[in-house]
């Protein structure tokens, strides 16, 4: 059964800096989108960084760019968003994605991490 486990998450100060990881495990065939997302209470999740498999594709949100760079270890099925600069509107439960095939399946499925907690405050 394939998990995604992620870390990093916790309170920083605005303009400070956190870096998120995110772990695939289990029987892994391929992985191929990793991202992103955060989520607010009372707003819709949002999409915060995608990264292709290759890395020639990534995607952020407007209100993260120049600040938020997503990368990827593919040897290692993780993720990660290095993350500065960061501002109070930051402050949210971010969550990974994987768009993956587990060993023998005949078609990709998505999976998601449980979510972190990252509060900007001072």
């Known amino acids: 059964q394939v998990q995604l486990v992620e870390s990093g998450g916790g309170l920083v100060q605005p303009g400070g800096s956190l870096t998120l990881s995110c772990a695939a495990s289990?029987?892994?065939?391929?992985?191929?989108?990793m991202g992103w997302y955060r989520k607010v209470p009372g707003k819709q999740r949002e999409a915060v960084a995608t990264m292709s498999y290759d890395g020639g594709s990534t995607n952020y949100a407007d209100s993260v760019k120049g600040r938020f760079t997503i990368s990827r270890d593919n040897a290692k099925n993780t993720v990660y968003l290095q993350m500065n600069s960061l501002k109070p509107e930051d402050a949210a439960v971010y969550y990974c994605?994987?768009?993956?095939?587990?060993?023998?399946?005949?078609?990709?499925?998505?999976?998601w991490g449980q979510g972190t907690q990252v509060t900007v405050s001072s």
């Open positions: 289990g029987s892994i065939f391929s992985t191929d989108i």
């Open positions: 994605y994987m768009r993956l095939w587990p060993l023998g399946a005949f078609r990709p499925d998505d999976y």
